[in-house]
């Protein structure tokens, strides 16, 4: 019993740096208001690049009917958000009856961290000919569009967001250059934690530890800022690419979308 009380304090305290962190972003980049819905928050934007996200606001167990309330909720649209539940937040049973209330699993992440204090990095095997650089304003718009087209299908981009972000010192935009081309992107959000997203490779430039270097550099600057963590969400396809430079799994994410009429 005191075993599991202390993997769940644990997951409990990554729940609240990294769903923390997520919150936080979506506030700063989109100027979100929060309101309360039950035991949830629902993040609403003021764009729809970033969708709107529903996420636990305690660290008790979500039950089923809990879930269906919010999405019968009128004060969320559905269309443009997704809800976001810990998996270890969620009995077996409630998982398997998901689709019962309406909620469609739409992606799993892995929530993971480092400590980048005890972390040193470490150099790829092979090199490649890329140049990793912070962007600067007047590379932001082609930043944009390239992470748009990674992750957001196209959609436009707040450029005003991002670019407060990084006046404000709360953000670094970094990109992987082949010559002036960007070939890949990383956020790197100075919230409670540091936080990672918008990792992307340009398509035709996978499989050549283009995520890697932007990741690894990303710590390290996290590190001289004296971060004592960085969390990321990672795809089935990114967790070994992370779980390489020291990430270390917690739990994961189950997002989700309502299927109601």
């Not at 958000?81 to 998901?98: D, G, M, Y």
């Not at 019962?100 to 400590?115: F, H, I, Q, R, T």
């Not at 992470?147 to 407060?164: A, C, Q």
């Not at 070994?240 to 430079?245: A, E, L, N, P």
Request: aromatic share 8%.
């Amino acid at each position: 019993k005191g075993s599991r009380t202390i993997v769940r304090d644990r997951l409990a305290m990554n729940d609240e740096l990294i769903l923390g962190n997520l919150v936080e972003l979506t506030k700063e980049l989109c100027g979100s208001r929060i309101r309360r819905c039950g035991p949830f928050q629902i993040v609403s934007n003021a764009t729809c690049f970033w969708p709107n996200i529903v996420v636990p606001s305690c660290s008790d167990e979500i039950q089923l009917s809990e879930i269906e309330d919010v999405l019968e909720s009128s004060s969320v649209d559905w269309n443009e958000t997704q809800l976001v539940l810990p998996r270890w937040k969620l009995a077996s049973e409630t998982i398997s009856r998901l689709i019962d209330v309406g909620a469609y699993p739409v992606a799993e992440w892995c929530n993971m961290s480092l400590d980048p204090q005890s972390w040193h990095a470490t150099s790829p095997s092979v090199d490649a000919p890329f140049r990793l650089a912070e962007i600067k304003e007047t590379n932001v718009e082609e930043w944009a569009t390239a992470v748009s087209t990674s992750m957001f299908g196209g959609r436009t981009f707040d450029l005003k967001g991002v670019i407060r972000l990084a006046r404000d010192a709360k953000g670094t935009m970094l990109g992987a250059f082949d010559k002036e081309r960007i070939v890949g992107t990383c956020l790197l959000f100075f919230g409670e934690s540091a936080g990672l997203y918008f990792i992307t490779t340009d398509a035709s430039y996978r499989r050549q530890g283009i995520a890697f270097w932007l990741v690894e550099h990303a710590a390290t600057l996290a590190r001289q800022n004296g971060c004592a963590h960085v969390v990321l969400h990672a795809t089935s396809q990114g967790k070994g690419v992370y779980s390489r430079i020291g990430f270390k799994t917690h739990c994961s994410l189950l997002v989700l979308r309502s299927v109601r009429k």
